[in-house]
């Protein structure tokens, strides 16, 4: 019997077999847990499908959380299959290309730096709304995905450094709010990972060469692995942990700058 056995949860955030929120998904299903997976556009429907089969998971849901009437529809929908919920996963982040290429200043806009914030971070915010009734007495559990560049100058990752400062910052407030009611929020911060989302990235190939020769494992992570440090977040073995920002990047954020080895 898996740690999650009787759990229901709800994954977003999975576009192709390389999303992390793809790795979390098969690791809670490992574990016993009840799978829903939402997909952002009808684009990605046949994927996710597809991936949804892999499961067993028989809800697939459309969900584009840039809008408020989209997020209700995603949980009306998910009320006819389901009376409860246990895990809400939130693994999505966005910026435009375009912010993410050259100096930060060069590159930042009003727009960009709004819709930066409004996807990554803000629609949290709102999926814990639409979670909490559904979590009612179920002791649930809220995660989401933050990145080291949330508090260190990471180059060509610019808007959403900021964008992931205010998803952790997120994280504590609403872990605040909603421990009395038996929730936890926490986040992971994972080291990168080849995804579609990281291809919009400038030069992420050396990124991800410095990341191994600096990281004490000298290796990148797997989705696999933050699959299964995900699913212990949300299970009762981690019921005394909320509000925290977990790594998962092989040790890369202990190490200082400029040190040769």
Avoid at 90 to 114: C, M, N, Q, W
Avoid at 175 to 199: F, H, K, W
Avoid at 243 to 253: C, L, R
Wanted: glycine residues 10%; proline residues 3%.
């Amino acid at each position: 019997m898996g740690f999650l056995e009787g759990k229901r949860a709800l994954i977003t955030g999975v576009a192709s077999n390389r999303s992390i929120a793809w790795g979390c998904a098969r690791a809670m299903k490992e574990q016993g847990a009840e799978i829903a997976l939402t997909y952002q556009n009808d684009k990605l429907r046949e994927r996710v499908e597809k991936l949804a089969g892999e499961l067993g998971a028989d809800i697939i849901i459309h969900l584009d959380v840039a809008s408020d009437d989209m997020i209700d529809n995603a949980f009306t929908e998910l009320k006819t299959h389901w009376d409860s919920l246990d895990i809400g996963l939130h693994s999505i982040a966005f910026a435009p290309k375009e912010e993410l290429a050259g100096l930060y200043l060069d590159s930042v806009t009003r727009e960009g730096f709004k819709t930066a914030h409004e996807i990554s971070s803000y629609s949290f915010s709102a999926l814990a709304n639409a979670c909490r009734p559904m979590m009612k007495g179920r002791h649930g559990a809220l995660l989401t995905m933050s990145y080291l560049g949330a508090e260190r100058v990471v180059p060509h990752y610019n808007v959403m450094g900021l964008a992931k400062a205010s998803l952790e910052a997120n994280v504590r407030f609403m872990a605040d709010q909603l421990g009395p009611q038996g929730i936890r929020v926490n986040a992971i911060s994972a080291g990168p990972v080849r995804t579609l989302a990281s291809a919009g990235i400038s030069n992420f190939k050396k990124l991800l060469d410095a990341f191994e020769e600096a990281a004490p494992l000298r290796r990148c992570i797997t989705i696999e692995e933050i699959g299964n440090a995900a699913a212990f977040l949300c299970s009762d073995l981690a019921s005394g942990i909320t509000g925290e920002i977990t790594y998962v990047d092989g040790g890369h954020n202990i190490m200082g700058g400029g040190c040769p080895r």
